[in-house]
């Protein structure tokens, strides 16, 4: 029904009479309603930045529950500076879908991105920022999951340049553990990992790439 916020259901039975046996009720519905379901938020998951021959690339993953619903792609020089809108993104479908962005005119040096999401409902909120560094050689790890993990761990990283890298996993006491060497392709990728052979415990995962290295953290169950 509209202007419910939450979702009901009710029956109400009313007893008619026994059946002359153990003295059993008959029972009748009286009369029952029922309210609309509450929609669940507009969400994404999987973002992405990669540069791309002097070019940005952002890539999502987004679950709509409605058509009005819709992106923005915001950007700013400071990871805790100012956000401009450089794009608004519609929602393209109900349900699950995958969206691109090409951010044709990208800061000189480092840039930070964030999606604003806006549901149906005008609710805003943010995905993580992710930074895009264009001088140089760029290397990022935009995500890692899942965090709590007992077999494979999936690893997205973002990379300027094709080239050699190497993965290390280090233990609370310091020690090198797990260590992978790996050839990474320029934009963005997934890697995965195979630790289901550590104990358990907490990690640091490292990738390494010439001089540059990032890392991230995550619990072995």
């Given at each position: 029904?509209t202007g419910?916020n939450?979702?009901?259901?009710?029956?109400?039975l009313?007893?008619?009479?026994g059946?002359?046996?153990?003295?059993?009720a008959?029972?009748?519905?009286?009369n029952?309603?029922?309210?609309?379901?509450?929609?669940l938020?507009?969400?994404?998951r999987?973002f992405?930045?990669?540069?791309?021959?002097?070019?940005?690339?952002?890539d999502?993953?987004g679950?709509?529950?409605?058509?009005?619903?819709?992106?923005?792609v915001?950007?700013?020089?400071?990871?805790?500076?100012?956000?401009s809108?450089i794009?608004?993104?519609?929602?393209?479908?109900?349900?699950?879908?995958?969206?691109?962005f090409?951010?044709?005119?990208?800061?000189?040096?480092?840039n930070?991105?964030?999606?604003?999401?806006?549901?149906?409902?005008?609710?805003?909120?943010y995905?993580?920022?992710?930074q895009?560094?264009?001088?140089?050689s760029?290397?990022?790890?935009?995500?890692?999951?899942?965090?709590?993990?007992?077999?494979?761990l999936?690893?997205?990283v973002?990379?300027g340049?094709k080239?050699d890298?190497q993965?290390?996993?280090?233990?609370m006491?310091?020690r090198i553990?797990?260590?992978?060497?790996l050839?990474?392709?320029?934009?963005?990728q997934?890697?995965?990992l195979?630790?289901?052979?550590?104990?358990r415990g907490?990690?640091?995962?490292l990738?390494r790439?010439g001089d540059?290295?990032?890392?991230?953290?995550f619990?072995k169950?």
């Open positions: 029904m419910v939450n979702p009901t259901l009710a029956i109400r009313v007893a008619v009479g059946t002359g046996q153990g003295n059993v008959n029972w009748r519905i009286d029952f309603s029922v309210t609309a379901l509450n929609i938020p507009l969400t994404t999987n992405t930045a990669a540069p791309r021959n002097g070019k940005v690339q952002l999502w993953t679950v709509a529950t409605h058509i009005s619903a819709y992106f923005e915001e950007r700013s020089d400071k990871v805790n500076g100012n956000y809108t794009a608004k993104i519609p929602v393209s479908s109900v349900g699950e879908a995958a969206y691109r090409m951010d044709n005119s990208p800061l000189e040096v480092d930070y991105y964030r999606i604003r999401i806006v549901d149906e409902n005008q609710k805003v909120t995905t993580r920022i992710l895009v560094r264009l001088t140089g760029h290397l990022a790890l935009n995500n890692l999951f899942p965090t709590l993990v007992q077999g494979n999936n690893l997205v973002s990379n340049n080239g890298a993965i290390e996993v280090i233990d006491a310091g553990v797990l260590k992978q060497s050839s990474l392709n320029t934009g963005s997934t890697i995965q195979n630790v289901s052979r550590l104990t907490s990690y640091t995962v990738l790439k540059q290295t990032v890392q991230s953290r619990i169950q």
